[in-house]
């Protein structure tokens, strides 16, 4: 295949959706793409296991837009690579049937190939939602590529915020059918050591969807084991950094009752003598100092009120009020004195896709945002 660009005009992209029993989310899915983006040189595939909760159904409203092949596969990374292997477009990537790009994040990522011709992986910002659509957290992406060829490399990317080339892909052979939770991790090690020219930018690209059901939710010990294989794989180390972050986060939230005990006592003896307080889980709500904003996409009903979920690190500095900027709408709440946390409700009508909220205090003090849902 040529490597060079396609200059005279826009690149196609391909989306591979991979799905099954997903008919809660999946028509969302299919909006954030063919509703939200430029069609042309876009192209969807839907690969289906036959899904029997419903899944069909939506499928059919959609068949004339996208293409959507109803096959049993061998599991997701199968049904991922027969994707790849199908797709047209000179970009491709994947997206999970619970997951959502940002309004036009697939034109954002076809301009940036465009102005740069060389590069052949882009990668950019994402959040986590809850499974009611709700905002969580930003993703907290760790990719150090002045250590790239450390064998302790540390890759923390958020899968559907990745975009690649397909004739990188292609040279690579794919995604490893055998990977059942890590094949997204594993190709990004894949991409690094072939030196792949990967550009990371600020945008926001996409939210992935967080909740018992998910794989990396519910895949406890199996997960586990297999990014701790993939990894000694590639890194040559018994027991690398990455995989003990992990077993951290597994022992914090999922491991049995006793052990998430020890575990919190371990990571809370750990936080404190390091930063001399115990600061919240990676992956979990971060306190920030007097001002913070975040935005993420909303495809549900239209929203006509928003409540914010608040907690102070301390009662000694809790201010009288917070101010909200809520796409460019500005308010102020009076806070419930002698309350870590705080809940606020704004009945106010929100017009388009994606929301943006800022909240900052009038004087300084801690606080973190442990979730957002507008709601109708």
Known sequence: MNDSFPTKKIPSLTVVIPSFNQAETIEQTLTSILDHN???????????????????????????????????????????????IRAKGYIVCWLNSDDIFFPHALDQVRQKFTKSPSTQIISGQGVHLYQDGGF????????????????????????????????????????????????????????????????????????????????????????????????????GLWFPKSTRGLFFSWGLVDAPSPLVVLFKLTYNLKSFCRFGEIKPNFHSPQFCEGKTQV???????????????????????????????????????????????????????MEGNVITVSLSTE????????????SA
Not at 367 to 374: E, G, S, T, V, Y
Request: hydrophobic fraction near 40%.
């Open 295 to 349: 935005t993420f996409p909303w495809y549900g009903v239209k929203a006509n009120s928003i409540n914010i979920e608040l907690e102070f690190h301390s009662l000694d500095a809790l201010p009288d009020n917070i101010i909200l900027n809520i796409n460019d709408q500005s308010f102020t709440r009076k806070l419930i004195r002698k309350e870590k946390k705080q809940a606020i409700t704004l009945d106010n009508p």
């Open 136 to 235: 969580k957290i930003p993703f907290p992406e760790k990719l150090d590529f002045a250590n790239s060829l450390s064998n302790d490399l540390q890759i923390d990317i958020l899968q559907p915020t990745v975009f690649f080339r397909r004739d990188f892909l292609e040279k690579l052979g794919g995604i490893n059918p055998k990977l059942h939770y890590v094949m997204d991790w594993d190709l990004w090690y894949r991409f690094i050591k072939e030196k792949a020219i990967w550009l990371t930018v600020n945008d926001f690209f996409s939210a992935a969807r967080v909740h018992p059901e998910t794989k990396t939710s519910s895949g406890g010990l199996p997960r586990l084991f297999e990014h701790w294989r993939v990894a000694r794989k590639h890194t």
């Open 38 to 84: 430029n069609l042309e040189g876009l192209e969807v595939l839907v690969f289906d296991s036959m899904s029997t909760d419903g899944t069909s159904q939506i499928l059919e409203r959609w068949k004339n837009r996208c293409t959507i092949i109803q096959e049993k596969d061998k599991g997701q990374s199968d049904a991922i690579n027969k994707g790849f």
């Open 363 to 374: 004087s300084p003090a801690r606080f973190r945002i442990i979730k957002i849902m507008p």
